[in-house]
């Protein structure tokens, strides 16, 4: 079955830190570039962060700019997302993404969706 | 910031058609594909269109996507109470250096 699934959410509280694991299974990450789209309660998608296939090109979102770091391991065909200084409105079902389209400039197009995982920040 | 406008809600009878518009910009439609996604209630969402106008295997022709200019449009046929989700559209800003999505659309079948 073609599938990417994530791990590592959980609650946690203002200030902390999370790191996020994605590992995708009949589906290749190799070749693609991988990202990280999240949806907080009851809104819409807010994308957080790309990275290139071989990660020589990374893209972040002004929100979490400085906090959050993205980072791909092709061996283990996975991806990870390392979140600090974490924020009430960072709560979200955070989804990890196969991106069609990513290389110096551009990085977009999301072809696989993970099942997503919950982050919740609160004291 | 959302960059790029969807209407909040369309509906429709069962078999009717829909339209739901995303519009943009030369920073980001103007210059870059579009894809839509189909997100139903409780599920992650699911890559619809892409490349303007492009099916991925197993989407129905029901659903077809087009481009002009700086907008984007959707086009659902022949109804279905299934096709009730929430709809997005998405490309790169180049201003931005970001993925961007619409606010999202929802269906609803009357």
């Known amino acids: 079955e073609v599938q990417l699934v994530e791990s590592g959410g959980g609650l946690v509280k203002p200030g902390g830190s999370l790191r996020l694991s994605c590992a995708a299974s009949?589906?290749?990450?190799?070749?693609?570039?991988v990202g990280w789209v999240r949806q907080a309660p009851g809104k819409g998608l807010q994308w957080v962060a790309s990275?290139?296939?071989?990660?020589?090109?990374?893209y972040y979102a002004d929100s979490v700019k400085g906090r959050f770091t993205i980072s791909r391991d092709n061996v283990k065909n996975s991806q990870y997302l390392q979140m600090n200084s974490l924020r009430a409105e960072d709560t979200a079902v955070y989804y990890c993404?196969?991106?069609?389209?990513?290389?110096?400039?551009?990085?977009?197009?999301?072809?696989?969706w993970g099942q997503g995982t919950l982050v919740t920040v609160s004291s | 910031q959302i960059v790029l406008t969807q209407p909040p809600s369309v509906s429709a009878a069962p078999g009717q058609k829909v339209t739901i518009s995303c519009s943009g910009s030369n920073s980001n439609i103007g210059n870059h594909y579009v894809s839509w996604y189909q997100q139903l209630p409780g599920t992650a969402p699911k890559l619809l269109i892409y490349d303007n106008d492009k099916r991925p295997s197993g989407i129905p022709d029901r659903f077809s996507g087009s481009k002009s200019g700086t907008s984007a449009t959707l086009d659902i046929t022949g109804l279905r109470p299934a096709d009730e989700a929430h709809y997005y559209c998405?490309?790169?800003?180049?201003?931005?250096?970001?993925?961007?999505f619409g606010g999202g659309t929802k269906v609803t079948v009357l």
């Open positions: 993404a196969r991106v069609r389209y990513c290389s110096s400039d551009i990085c977009y197009q999301i072809d696989n």
């Open positions: 009949g589906l290749a990450l190799t070749g693609y570039g």
């Open positions: 990275i290139s296939s071989r990660s020589n090109y990374i």
């Open positions: 998405e490309t790169w800003d180049i201003g931005l250096s970001a993925d961007v």
